[in-house]
């Protein structure tokens, strides 16, 4: 049974909740981490009796949100019906994954389109190039808006009072070394950003791992998201990562705010 690396909590504290949900969100978020995961392992991450989260998963069972195979459980399909019409609330995911589709044929990386929610940044859609390194990275993917140029891209061009709630909200988590934990250092890496128009990151999210992002806007300037794309330090270097790929990715996202703006 080996632990995913992409579910995770996301900071927040958790006043005035009931705390059988809270049990219950856990034991889901611990089933997210597994590939598959016995009653025993989710009651000793969880911290709780094993008959009690068997009741929880005996309940999710029955509504289809969890399936057992054996004597482990895993995630249920169910939960496709849910994570679908979530997606669909944004009127632009469409035309966001053709243009995700797009880079990552042009560039053979990894590329995604991220939105912010709840101060956390999600994946709407991502795309594995040919050349891609296999990562964490997939659709409804979690991340700290901080650590990431697609976080980034976005926390940079929130308006202002929205950025520094965010940042008063969450801590500022360090993912590798070189993640940004000072929030002054971060507010002047933000108004940079501003300036050139696209975020960068080295080694910030996953070392050895570089990354360009451009935040994407609708016809009103709303922000919208953030496309990125993201590769090894060997092949992201010199004029590729300085020049060519800042270019390629605001080209693209012009092409997608032009397509929203006449659907």
């Known amino acids: 049974m080996v632990p995913h690396t992409t579910g995770y909590g996301m900071g927040k504290r958790t006043e005035g909740t009931i705390k059988s949900d809270e049990t219950l969100l856990e034991i889901l978020e611990t089933l ?61 995911h469409r035309q966001s994954k053709a243009i995700v589709q797009q880079v990552a044929d042009q560039t053979g990386e990894f590329v995604g389109f991220l939105v912010e929610d709840q101060g956390i940044g999600t994946f709407l859609y991502c795309e594995m190039g040919t050349e891609g390194v296999p990562s964490e990275a997939r659709v409804g993917q979690n991340l700290y808006l901080h650590q990431s140029a697609s976080g980034k891209a976005v926390l940079a061009h929130l308006p202002a009072d929205r950025r520094e709630e965010i940042l008063d909200e969450y801590d500022l988590p360090a993912r590798t070394e070189n ?57 992201l270097r010199g004029d590729r990562f300085e020049s060519e790929l800042p270019d390629l990715i605001q080209g693209a996202v012009k092409e997608f705010e032009l397509t929203i703006s006449y659907t």
């Open 179 to 235: 993640t940004i934990t000072d929030r002054e250092e971060l507010r002047s890496e933000l108004a940079e950003i501003r300036d050139r128009g696209y975020a960068t990151v080295h080694g910030e999210y996953v070392d050895g791992l570089k990354a360009v992002a451009a935040p994407a806007f609708d016809p009103d300037d709303a922000l919208l998201g953030s496309l990125v794309v993201a590769g090894p330090s060997h092949r």
């Open 32 to 92: 997210h981490s597994y590939e598959r995961v016995s009653l025993t392992t989710i009651a000793d991450e969880v911290g709780v009796s094993k008959s009690t989260v068997h009741r929880h998963l005996r309940t999710l069972q029955n509504r289809r949100f969890v399936t057992k195979i054996d004597d482990e459980y895993v995630l249920g399909l169910e939960f496709l019906r849910f994570g679908g019409a979530a997606r669909e609330r944004y009127s632009f």
